[in-house]
């Protein structure tokens, strides 16, 4: 049970380069979120989606974009990259009954040049 | 505005010296407040869920408690294996799934 998968681990971008975050889960989960942890601050809300062709804006969403074609997968697109960007990306499902506890993938570190 | 404030920033234990750490939180309602740990490296890996005051969890070393205004993540007799920082979130119940988290503490358990 691979949980939730993140690819690549890391990359390294120039600024005004476009590139997208994999993330794929096995759970079978509704939900799905991708979240951004810069030093000093907490782990921040980007996009989010509570079931395929749905998606919505988190709390710093400018810069991002998402899809949710299917239940497993949820790519975060990068459009046009900056500096600002930089940070440690994660996915994290759940289930929308229950205790709606997330699952965490491994993250993927960006840096922009 | 929602916040979530974890206290201390960092910890450093002997092993076997117990402490606990804490997550105060001042936000418009609240529907769960969750513990996780995270490895260096790794993604938040989930510890535990409280849903009212007076509620407490426990699992293995480690014991979560809810207040009205703040919870507390209890460690008796931590191991070094129990270093990692641990996050606190929040769960509003203005909408599914919105978690404020803190920033962490970081906890070093020394042999």
């Known amino acids: 049970n691979a949980g939730v998968t993140q690819t690549p681990k890391f990359q390294v971008l120039k600024t005004g380069q476009s590139m997208t975050l994999q993330c794929a889960q096995d759970?079978?989960?509704?939900?799905m979120s991708w979240y951004r942890q810069d030093p000093g601050m907490g782990l921040r809300l980007i996009h989010y989606s509570v079931g395929a062709g749905i998606t919505d804006q988190g709390e710093v969403p400018n810069g991002y974009n998402v899809s949710r074609s299917t239940t497993e997968d949820f790519p975060l697109r990068l459009l046009s990259a900056a500096p600002s960007q930089t940070s440690v990306y994660f996915c994290?499902?759940?289930?929308?009954?229950?205790?709606?506890?997330?699952?965490f993938g491994a993250g993927s570190r960006l840096t922009v040049l | 505005e929602d916040q979530v404030t974890q206290s201390p920033e960092a910890l450093r234990l002997q092993e076997g010296e117990s402490s606990s750490l804490n997550c105060s939180y001042t936000v418009s309602g609240l529907r769960g407040l969750f513990w996780y740990r995270q490895d260096p490296g790794k993604g938040p890996e989930f510890l535990f869920t409280l849903y009212s005051a007076g509620e407490e969890k426990e699992k293995e070393r480690l014991k979560a408690t809810l207040t009205k205004k703040e919870s507390f993540l209890h460690i008796t007799a931590p191991k070094p294996e129990d270093s990692a920082t641990y996050l606190c979130a929040v769960q509003l119940n203005t909408g599914f799934q919105k978690l404020v988290f803190g920033t962490g503490t970081r906890l070093l358990v020394s042999p």
């Open positions: 994290a499902s759940s289930g929308i009954s229950g205790a709606n506890v997330l699952t």
């Open positions: 759970m079978n989960h509704e939900y």
